[in-house]
């Protein structure tokens, strides 16, 4: 595991994480159940795309999303508060020094080993994962590949909304999901220098 410090949302952050495969887009290259994603192609030219140009694609966000980002300072302060732990920020974390994807947590607990994936969702959204009292399906994919990143026994994943009960729910490595990423990524990889390399020696 290999952390690299920097602010997130950062231009050097954003440079950082040009054309690399990560956490928060596993959905793209793989399902919940182990296959190629319908969406890994265009996650594929995508960041060949972001490697030929040198620039990210912009993400959009909506105002629950903006609102979301505002609110992560408060959801950690209420995880350190209520755990008694002390949660580092970092930029990103590479599995090894080849450095070909990476994650981006909300918070990482060196002492005790751990990660935090935080949602700050709307109060509807808290309503339905409260009563469903499990990790939420569409968060699997991104926490399982941190896992796989970092190589921590488990996650925390906190969704949190002011003046509502928190759902915090502890998530450990998926033995069979991760044998899977594992295959797929290394195939990605592969395909995304082949391309990008392609494309080079085009121009």
């Known amino acids: ?69 505002e609110r992560e300072e408060e959801s950690r302060n209420f995880f350190e508060f209520v755990y008694g732990v002390e949660v580092t920020q970092v930029g990103v974390i590479y599995k090894d020094k080849q450095k070909k994807f990476l994650c981006s947590p909300d918070g990482v607990v060196l002492k ?30 991104q926490i399982q590949f941190s896992l796989y990143v970092t190589g921590f026994d488990y996650w925390i994943f906190l969704s949190y909304v002011p003046l509502m009960k928190p759902l915090i729910i502890k998530v450990e490595p998926d033995k069979k999901y991760q044998k899977a990423l594992r295959i797929e990524l290394a195939v990605f990889v592969k395909e995304l220098e082949t391309i990008t390399n392609k494309l080079k020696d085009e121009i």
């Open 1 to 69: 595991m290999i952390i690299e410090n920097c602010l997130q949302g950062s231009p050097e952050w954003e440079k950082i994480k040009i054309g690399k495969p990560s956490a928060s887009n596993a959905s793209r290259i793989i399902t919940t159940g182990g296959k190629p994603s319908e969406q890994r192609k265009d996650y594929l030219y995508e960041l060949a795309g972001e490697l030929l140009t040198g620039k990210r694609e912009e993400s959009y966000k909506n105002a629950n999303m903006e609102t979301g980002n």
């Open 112 to 141: 005790e080993k751990y990660g935090l994936e935080m949602k700050n969702v709307i109060p509807k959204t808290q309503v339905k994962y409260l009563l469903e009292n499990k990790l939420p399906a569409e968060h699997f994919g």
